[in-house]
């Protein structure tokens, strides 16, 4: 004989039929702990803790199978039996129930040597509610094929085929919920939440994955903790402080609706209100919750649940609880009293101050969460795990108007078919698996509205469908919602408030990444986000504006007409150069004088013509600079100086000549008569014209902006090119300049009356002084001053040659003609030293 070992397991439901369904519920949502000595064999576990929701999802599994063997089309002429055991929400009872629906209890003949082996007692099995007890028992029983349907175990580790090959469910996976629940949190913009979930493989698993996409979704988790409903309760105590000192105003929690009301009698001892609740399936829509929830504290909690169903007839039948007398009456007894809150004469738990139950009161009559139909879509969810076995066995024994018999049923062959099934239920919903044995993911998202009388009104506000693409998934209703503590406000959950732009976060040291500081942006750096990582660096012509949220056009500056320092420059260059053609005027006026004529008139006037041309290219600089005006301002400086002073250069060496002639036997002046001075003034100018020809050739100025000089502003300036072509233009007329003042300064001692060089030597020094001191003033200057010192440069040492050389012979032209005579002119006076 091969007999069980152990006390036999008999089920709590139970009819007989051809083909025989399992059902593990439970009837009862605790167990009493024991502490085992081994010393003696273990009783059996003691349920406690009635579950009304137990006794729902069992009346909904009878109805399925009613209403198929009163149906002609669906295994006609087949009955379906079934067993049906109270797990009691442990998993050790629930792998135990497992097995005995695998095996059965009755004894076994085999002969000796062969093994005791025998097809499964029952085809397939609905259940497990959590979890936990889904994945032992799946483990369990996988290896001989059985199917397992679960109506309400959502936890995305049962997906793996690997461990568990004959599990299938009809709820979505919490792989789908999860992140559900993180899209919904990022929505309404909470990124510092708390976190607690049920100390088992669905609240572990389900919170796992939504922390990793939380993460994904810039949200943080200030805390997350873990317990379970037998937990004592200072553990219980320790959740309770640790949400009291979080500053998160919005907790997410995966707990099933028994863990939720542990949760809920604790959170109303110590009146905890005023934090945003977000659910999940577990208890979200569980109106048992509701009913503890006495303070108000979940009121407009939100969190996702399965689409509402539906199911004719379905309610009825529930509430017809006869068939529960059919196999226990202790059960059955216990579920009446506890339902009716009465005491059968014969209970042994029968007391004195409860009216006695007499088995015929009325179950419409009363108002708990037995009679309640809020959770009709997990109903819904067995009634199709007991459609998709009887779709599946349909296939098998290919029925018609009737099946054939004799074909051998195997759970593995019905796995093969479930896992293929394709059907609609008689209200249009269509069931079917995909490769991991689960359904579409479809949620609905709820929100806990309070009424006036004080219950919960369940209001859909929302829908996610992770069928749709990713921006599309999340859908909320044009519904008003009621947040916590009845605000029509969100909430407002975060570490650190929001970064306006302008600012960039920095993390705090040792926090997550929700806690920041914003920082502003540096100068000519920009945020123009909320919450931005980094500043962006403005384009080079650009500047941050004061906000630091937007990059403006920098200020191109340049020495311009319009700005004072520039138009002061314009009327000092018109005025030198009106002033040179008053000189020439007057020089032309009075040619035939002893005074014009005294020193080569021609050089006289071709200096005139340099030093208008000198004052004139000054305006040159000033303008935005162009690749034709960078050009054209430093040769024309260049060529009209050399030209400037190659004609004082003639002038001081005519002199000098003059008085060489007076030695007896000297005849210099055949040697630099007219001719040799013009060639010459052109031979220095020629030289000067070669230098800018190879400058302009080689590596020609050119028009560039200057971002280094000034952060704000974009400063147009002129960039040399070659720097050697300009110092070169620059390094020869001082040269010449230089060649100038030696000659002019050896002439000191010649006549008053006829000499010209001790101006010339005075021009020469308020020359050389002037672009001496330049060349610092230049390098030193920044912007569009440089320009500024340039012009100034040329303006000066103009003015310097014009009034030095010109100035004294107008005066005696105007203002002493008596001396203006060629008498005076040939009186020689004593040399003076300078």
């Given amino acids: ?82 067993k049906i055991y109270d797990a009691c929400g442990s998993i050790a009872r629930g792998v135990r129930v497992a097995l005995a629906l695998a095996n059965g209890n009755e004894e076994v003949s085999a002969p000796s040597e062969a093994p005791c082996t025998r097809p499964a007692q029952v085809q397939a099995i609905m259940g497990e509610s959590s979890s936990s007890p889904s994945m032992a028992i799946a483990t369990v029983i996988g290896p001989f094929h059985i199917p397992l349907i679960s109506h309400f ?178 059960l059955f007894t216990e579920f009446w009293e506890t339902l009716f809150s009465c005491k059968f004469k014969q209970s042994k738990s029968s007391a004195g101050n409860q009216r006695e139950c007499t088995g015929h009161e009325d179950v419409t009559k009363v108002q708990n969460s037995f009679t309640d139909m809020s959770l009709m879509p997990i109903f819904n969810n067995v009634y199709k795990g007991v459609y998709a076995v009887a779709h599946a066995l349909h296939n098998i024994l290919s029925c018609n108007k009737t099946c054939n018999n004799k074909v051998q049923q195997d759970p593995f062959t019905i796995l093969q078919h479930i896992r293929k099934i394709k059907f609609q239920t008689k209200e249009g919903d269509k069931v079917y698996f995909n490769e991991n044995g689960d359904p579409a993911a479809k949620y609905e998202i709820i929100n806990w509205q309070p009424t006036k009388n004080g219950i919960v009104d369940f209001v859909t506000v929302g829908l996610h469908d992770t069928s749709l693409p990713a921006d599309k998934q999340l859908n909320l209703l044009n519904k008003s919602f009621i947040w916590a503590q009845n605000s029509q406000q969100v909430p407002l959950s975060v570490c650190s408030e929001k970064c306006p732009p302008g600012t960039r976060k920095v993390l705090q040291k040792g926090k997550p990444v929700c806690c920041y500081d914003c920082l502003r942006c540096a100068e000519g750096e920009i945020s123009n986000i909320t919450d931005s990582i980094t500043c962006v660096r403005c384009h080079p012509e650009f500047w941050s504006n004061e906000r630091r949220d937007a990059c403006v056009k920098k200020e191109a500056e340049f020495l311009s007409y319009e700005e004072i320092m520039g138009a002061l420059l314009t009327a000092a260059s018109l005025f030198g150069t009106c002033m040179t053609a008053v000189v020439a005027f007057i020089f032309f006026r009075y040619r035939q004088t002893p005074v014009v004529r005294a020193n080569n008139s021609e050089l006289s006037f071709l200096l005139l013509f340099s030093l208008t041309l000198c004052f004139l290219c000054s305006l040159t600089f000033i303008g935005r600079p162009s690749e034709w005006s960078c050009m054209l301002r430093h040769t024309a400086f260049g060529i009209t100086f050399v030209l400037c002073i190659s004609c004082v250069l003639g002038k001081t060496i005519v002199v000098l000549m003059a008085f060489r002639a007076t030695l007896p036997g000297s005849d210099v002046m055949k040697w630099f008569g007219p001719a040799q001075q013009k060639l010459s003034v052109l031979g220095f100018t020629l030289i000067q014209v070669i230098i800018c020809i190879l400058w302009l050739t080689i590596s020609p100025p050119f028009p560039f902006k200057n971002f280094k000089e000034s952060k704000e502003k974009i400063i147009l300036e002129c960039a040399l090119g070659s720097a050697v072509g300009f110092w070169a233009v620059l390094g020869y007329i001082g040269l010449l300049a230089m060649l100038c003042f030696i000659l002019a300064f050896l002439a000191r001692k010649l006549p008053d009356n006829f000499n010209e060089a001790k101006f010339i030597t005075f021009s020469m020094l308020i020359f050389c002084a002037v672009w001496i001191t330049f060349i610092p003033a230049y390098v030193s200057s920044p912007g569009k001053f440089s320009v500024a010192v340039e012009i100034f440069a040329i303006l000066a040492s103009s003015f310097g040659l014009l009034i030095c050389i010109f100035i004294p012979k107008c005066y005696i032209i105007l203002l002493k003609p008596e001396k203006n005579t060629k008498k005076k002119m040939m009186v020689r006076g004593a040399p003076k030293s300078y």
């Fill in 1 to 82: 004989m091969c007999r069980l070992r152990g006390d036999p397991e008999n089920p709590q439901l139970s009819k007989d039929g051809e083909i025989m369904m399992g059902g593990i519920f439970s009837f009862h949502s605790r167990w009493k702990d024991r502490q085992e000595t081994y010393m003696h064999k273990p009783l059996p576990l003691q349920c406690t803790s009635l579950n009304f929701r137990g006794f729902q999802f069992a009346q909904a599994m009878l109805f399925a199978l009613e209403e198929i063997n009163n149906s002609t089309e669906l295994l006609p002429g087949i009955s379906l039996g079934y």
């Fill in 153 to 330: 175990a959502t936890c995305a580790c049962l997906s793996d085929k690997t461990k568990y090959p004959s599990f299938l469910r009809t709820i979505p996976s919490d792989y789908y919920q999860s992140r559900a629940l993180a899209q919904l949190v990022k929505h309404f913009g909470w990124t510092w939440v708390g976190a607690i979930r049920t100390n088992d493989d669905y609240g572990n698993d389900g919170m796992a994955t939504f922390t990793e996409t939380a993460q994904q979704l810039g949200i943080c988790l200030e805390y997350s903790v873990a317990f379970f409903r037998t937990d004592p309760p200072d553990k219980i105590q320790k959740i309770i402080d640790i949400i009291k000192a979080s500053t998160s105003k919005v907790i997410v929690t995966f707990l099933s609706h028994m863990d939720m009301d542990v949760l809920i009698h604790e959170l109303s001892r110590h009146n905890l209100t005023g934090y945003q609740w977000v659910g999940t399936e577990g208890w979200i829509f569980d109106s048992q919750t509701a009913s503890m929830d006495r303070h108000h504290i979940l009121d407009g909690a939100i969190g996702l649940f399965i689409p509402q169903a539906h199911v004719s007839g379905m309610r009825e039948f529930i509430l017809n609880v006869k068939p529960l007398n059919s196999s226990s009456n202790e």
